[in-house]
């Protein structure tokens, strides 16, 4: 049997519900892939989806010891790592690559993923050409700091560059509330709604305040309503499927988790929309 119909039997058992099958399937996979690390990874990804712990754990030695002898796949390894929530892991496979602003990305998202806020902020501070993304994973990590001038002042500044990009109403939204100024966050999503009530990333910003306001109903309307507009809104996506949860219709929630990860493979919203199933 040759590798991808290893896999294919992985999934077949995973869908029949047979858990305890894959631990031994994927450890065989795993022997016979001790020097690929990204073959590792997927093996790591389907133990991650069952929640098969022992199994994870070998394999994370298996990956740390082979970038080890050949540290070439190691950023994407890392970035596989940090979706599948192994953050600690994911910022020690860097470690042997030369900076640069990949290598500088990677490492603020798995410093912040861990709560070493101010390494996160250093981080950033060596990119030497931020994207809107690490901007607004800096925003997160000023205000984890309790830093909220600086959290303001980037939020205001992607919102004067970006007005109707909705990472930038989110992180704005976010800095917000973060400051206790729920009124002001909701102008701001009420802004947006006036804008285009249409709009996805509108009623996404919307299902995002709701949510972060503790209002799950008002929430998943939102939500659905953004997913209604573009069935792969990611933000939305993972807002409705935590609400999804919270009413008890897990199996809902990972439908929409195995869409997430068809439209973004890796995401990090798929392994969070699955831990909170559990």
């Known amino acids: 049997m040759d590798r991808a119909q290893a896999f294919e039997g992985i ?3 995973i869908a029949a519900g047979d858990l305890a099958a894959v631990g031994p399937q994927v450890a065989g996979i795993a022997a016979s892939a001790a020097d690929e690390p990204l073959v590792l990874l997927t093996c790591l990804s389907l133990l991650r989806s069952v929640g098969e712990t022992e199994t994870a754990e070998t394999v994370l030695g298996m990956i740390a010891a082979s970038l080890r002898a050949d540290p070439s796949a190691a950023l994407e390894t890392a970035r596989g790592l940090r979706g599948l929530g192994y953050r600690r892991e994911a910022h020690a496979a860097l470690a042997a690559l030369p900076a640069d602003d990949a290598v500088e990305r990677e490492r603020m998202a798995a410093l912040h993923g861990m709560g070493e806020h101010a390494d996160a902020v250093a ?3 060596r990119i030497a ?3 809107v993304d690490d901007d607004v994973l800096a925003a997160e990590a000023f205000c984890s700091l309790g830093d909220f001038a600086s959290a303001d002042a980037l939020a205001a500044r992607l919102m004067e560059e970006m007005p109707s990009d909705f990472r930038a109403g989110r992180c704005r939204c976010s800095v917000l509330l973060r400051r206790g100024l729920s009124r002001e966050a909701g102008d701001l999503v009420k802004a947006a709604l006036k804008a285009d009530k249409r709009s996805a990333d ?5 299902a995002y305040f709701m949510w972060m306001s503790g209002k799950t109903a008002a929430a998943g309307g939102y939500a659905a309503k953004a997913v209604r507009a573009d069935p792969g809104h990611v933000d939305a996506m993972e807002i409705l499927a935590l609400c999804l949860i919270e009413k008890g219709k897990r199996d809902n929630a990972r439908i929409i988790a195995g869409a997430i990860n068809e439209q973004a493979p890796g995401h990090d919203a798929v392994m969070r929309i699955l831990d909170a199933c559990r």
């Open 11 to 13: 999934r077949k058992s």
């Open 123 to 125: 981080a950033y501070g």
């Open 129 to 131: 050409e931020p994207t």
């Open 202 to 206: 509108a009623n996404a910003l919307a």
